[in-house]
Structure formats: structure tokens, C-alpha cells
């Protein structure tokens, strides 16, 4: 098929020629042309990949938390103690953490379209099959819940590599910011998904069979309009980084990477205790009302649902307030401050901590001021949840991002949410001991528990200052990599 004539440019005022068709001028103007057309068109590929991400993110973490929703009705359903009904939360976090190295290893190698739609195909059928379970096998939810960490760890874990190929700059860190607050959203929506679906079938069950539908049209939609784009695409302008290293030089380099370590340690300080508030708060809410004697204990399931409809709009309306504020922050103070995004992470978390105090010890007294010092920590917290993807992402060069990832995903895990719920339920459980027939007794020793995540608060935040402290000299070295790879650094060559 010939392509259509381009019309000569007419003579222009005052020009002692005319240009001729085919003439250089003409040769760039229509290459102009082609180039505006094709980045438009990239563009608009590139939003719809990133809506994929975003639905198939969005329906990734609802199921992890609809567990949480409906925590007491199982407890009531099998006849568990609180720390066997963490073991729910760990076993899932275990297998994820332990699977993350290994898809962060095929990430930064091999096709990243490929790794996702295999993980995601098992999370949704294990996550299915366990809805399933029968009164005498918890063993066999306990397992399905192990094998949907598989299938959520390579999700988790390349996603956001992909986002760092398709965008950059100021559009990248936006982008990674409605990404991580569909997480926190989501994460919130678990509750009420979970809740909501035991309140309206009467069976618990049913919390775990709406994700694995809705996940199933993510699946096609990933297949057909989710692309693998080249690493390192969006630095050096579609060239992509083309570096090759053996895995122990990859661990190498991110063990003695001063930012990156440190950032990690703060990572695992929030995961700890995003992991006790997620998974204990609204039980610790329906005993705190227990104890003022505003509902009686539940004895038979289903038990109320009003503390994870609470929470969960909580968590909503706190992660997306907190995940804008901390963006804003940053895309304001970034040219002023370079290595803002650390301190803003270093602030919450330790402003959080007084928060979390009051709200332990003000819910025997007043449910509503509980829910609003939940509220301010959870804000508080989301501050640092996008901002710690981001830096992860230019800090780190791109053939190492999916490990980078992999590693801050096992050690935030791994030392934070896998371990924080059961730490919590095995005190709980311990100083219960001393009178468990009590129902006070039953709430405070709860209460206790849950102060660790105060202390754990303030490790965190020594952890990102020192993250503030390195920072900007390890982003200034990725930027020069990309430089050296891009089409200007190589012609420089």
C-alpha cells in the first residue's frame, strides 16, 4: 500500500526559492509527524497497561485482607485460639516471602508477562479451593492459603518493574502512587468484601470466592492488553538496559547498597505494623465493646461484622488521604530537599507512634475517639507506602529492580507481617492465661499485645533518616547509568 503524498510547501514571503516535494525539510516534517503519532499511540498503551496493573493490584490485595473481615467467624467455625488463627496470615506471608527471591531472580531475566500470568493462574484457583473447606480440615485452608502466597508473590514482586519501564520521572512517581494507594484501598475494601459477603449468604466462606471471579477477568485482561516492555525502556528512550550479572553479583550489589539497605529495614519496621493493625484491630474493636458492654460476646457465628466495616472504611478513606499527602509532599519539596522522600517516611512513622498509643488505651473508653486516632496513625503510616516503591525504583538499577524488589518484599514480610500478627496472638494468648474465663481479661490482654508496634514504630523511623542520609548520592548514580545508555550517551561514545 503507497503511502499518500505529502503536498510541497508552498513558497514562503520573501524566499528566493521553493521548496520541492521530497525535499529534506518535507522528509522531516512528515518524520515529525510519525514520531508525535507513534508516542501518542505509546502513550495510550502504556495507560491501559497501567489500569491492568492497577485492577489485577486492586483484586490482589482485597483477598488478602477479606481474611481479616471475617477472622472471628472462622475462629468461632473451627474453635481456634488467636494464635491459631494468625497461623492463617503466616503461612500465606511465609510462602510469599520465601517465593519472592525466585520471581525477582525471573523478573530481571526472562519474560515478566509470562511469570505473572502463571502466578496469577495459581493464586486464583488455590485461592478458590479454600473457600471450600470443611469444618474438620483447617489443615486444608491453612495449605490453599499457603499456595495463594505462591501465585500473589510474582505479582507483587514485577508489577512495579513494569510501571518503571513505561514511565519516568515525576509521571513515574505518580504513577507508582496510584498504584500503592489502590493497595491501601483495596486493602480496606478486604474488610468490607469479606464482611459484607459472610452478612449477606451467612457462610463466611463466600468472602473467599469473590476475588477469585473478579481476579479470573484480570487474567484475560493481562493476556490481551499488558505488553513486556524492554528493562530500562523509559530512562533510555525504548533502548532498554541490556546488562547481564549472575544472581550472587546481584545480592552483592544490593547488600552493599547504603539506601537501599536501610530503606529496607524501615520497610520491615511499617510492614510489622501494617500487619498487626490489619489483622487485629477489628477484633480488638468488637472487644473493646465487649468490655464497655455496648454488644455481648459472640458465641456462634456469624458474628457481627459493624468493627471490619469500621475498619475497613477507615483504612480506605486514611490510605488514600495519607498516599496523596505523602506524593504532594514530595513532588513540592523534591527540588528543594533531594532527599525529602526518606524524611517524609521518617516523620509519619514517628508521628504515628503516639497515635497508636492513645489508640490502645482510650478504646476500653471511647469507641469513636479510638476510631478517629486509628484514623490519624493510619494517615500517619500511609504517608511512606508509595513513597518507599518509588525510591526503591531510582535507586536501584533497572537489570535489578524485580530482585531489588523481591528482597525488600522477603525481609518486609519475612521480619514484619508474617511474623507481627502470630507475635501478637501468642502474647495475647499467654497473658490471657491467667484468667481466661474473663472476658476483660480476654480484651486486655489484647490490649498489651498490641503496644509492641509503638516501639517497633520508632525503630522505623531512626531507620529512614539514615535512609535520608545516603540517598540522593545512589539516585544520582542510576540517572548516570541511564544517561550512558541512552541514544545521546552512546553517540557521546
Known amino acids: ?295 455481648p460476646p459472640c458465641t456462634r457465628e456469624p458474628c457481627s461484622p459493624t468493627d471490619s466495616y469500621i475498619f475497613g472504611a477507615l483504612t480506605v478513606v486514611s490510605g488514600i488521604l495519607g498516599g496523596c499527602l505523602g506524593y504532594g509532599l514530595s513532588r513540592k519539596l523534591r527540588d528543594r530537599v533531594p532527599n525529602v522522600d526518606p524524611l517524609i517516611c521518617g516523620i509519619g512513622v514517628l508521628g504515628a507512634c503516639p497515635c497508636f498509643f492513645i489508640t490502645i488505651f482510650v478504646a476500653p473508653i471511647s469507641i469513636p475517639t479510638t476510631c478517629v486516632f486509628i484514623f490519624i496513625s493510619e494517615i500517619l503510616v500511609s504517608l511512606n507506602l508509595t513513597l518507599m516503591a518509588d525510591m526503591v525504583l531510582y535507586i536501584v538499577v533497572p537489570t535489578r529492580r524485580a530482585s531489588a524488589e523481591a528482597f525488600q518484599i522477603m525481609l518486609g514480610h519475612l521480619l514484619g507481617d508474617a511474623i507481627s500478627p502470630y507475635i501478637v496472638g501468642l502474647i495475647s494468648d499467654t497473658t490471657v492465661e491467667s484468667d481466661p474465663e474473663s472476658l476483660a481479661w480476654s480484651f486486655h490482654s489484647l490490649q498489651y499485645s498490641l503496644l509492641i508496634s509503638v516501639f517497633v514504630a520508632i525503630l522505623g523511623g531512626i531507620a529512614y533518616f539514615l535512609t535520608a542520609h545516603y540517598i540522593t548520592a545512589d539516585r544520582q548514580a542510576v540517572l548516570q547509568l541511564a544517561e550512558d545508555y541512552s541514544p545521546l550517551g552512546q553517540d557521546r561514545k
Not at 489500569?51 to 473481615?69: K, P, S
Not at 514482586?157 to 504513577?175: H, Q
Not at 493497595?183 to 452478612?199: D, K, Q, R
Not at 538496559?241 to 511499617?270: P, R
Open 1 to 295: 500500500m503507497m503511502e499518500e503524498p505529502v503536498s510541497p510547501i508552498p513558497d514562503q514571503p520573501g524566499s528566493g526559492s521553493r521548496t520541492r516535494y521530497g525535499s529534506l525539510t518535507n522528509d522531516l516534517s512528515t518524520r515529525e509527524l510519525r514520531d508525535v503519532s507513534q508516542r501518542a499511540s505509546s502513550r495510550r498503551r502504556n495507560h491501559v497497561t497501567m489500569a491492568v496493573l492497577c485492577y489485577i493490584n486492586l483484586i490482589n490485595y482485597m483477598e488478602r485482607f477479606t481474611i481479616a473481615g471475617v477472622l472471628l467467624d472462622i475462629q468461632k467455625f473451627f474453635g481456634i485460639s488467636d494464635s491459631t488463627a494468625a497461623l492463617l496470615q503466616t503461612v500465606f506471608l511465609c510462602s510469599f516471602l520465601l517465593l519472592a527471591p525466585l520471581f525477582g531472580y525471573l523478573g530481571d531475566r526472562f519474560n515478566r508477562k509470562y511469570i505473572m500470568l502463571v502466578g496469577l493462574s495459581v493464586w486464583i484457583a488455590t485461592a478458590a479451593a479454600g473457600s471450600f473447606v470443611t469444618k474438620s480440615c483447617f489443615w486444608f485452608l491453612i495449605l490453599m492459603r499457603a499456595l495463594v502466597g505462591i501465585g500473589e508473590a510474582s505479582y507483587s514482586t514485577i508489577a512495579p518493574t513494569i510501571i518503571s519501564d513505561l514511565y519516568t520521572g515525576a509521571e513515574r512517581s505518580a504513577m507508582i502512587c496510584i498504584f500503592y494507594i489502590i493497595m491501601i484501598v483495596s486493602s480496606g475494601l478486604g474488610y468490607l468484601v469479606g464482611a459484607g459477603s459472610a452478612s449477606l449468604t451467612g457462610d463466611w466462606r463466600w468472602a473467599l470466592r469473590i476475588t477469585p471471579i473478579l481476579g479470573s477477568m484480570g487474567l484475560v485482561l493481562l493476556i490481551f492488553l499488558c505488553p513486556n516492555p524492554p528493562r530500562g525502556a523509559a530512562e533510555t528512550h525504548g533502548k532498554g538496559i541490556q546488562e547481564k550479572t549472575s544472581y550472587l553479583e546481584d545480592i552483592k550489589y544490593l547488600l552493599k547498597h547504603k539506601s537501599y539497605t536501610s530503606l529496607s529495614l524501615g520497610a520491615i519496621t511499617t510492614s510489622f505494623n501494617v500487619g498487626v493493625l490489619s489483622f487485629w484491630m477489628p477484633t480488638f474493636l468488637s472487644r473493646a465493646r465487649v468490655f464497655q458492654g455496648l454488644q
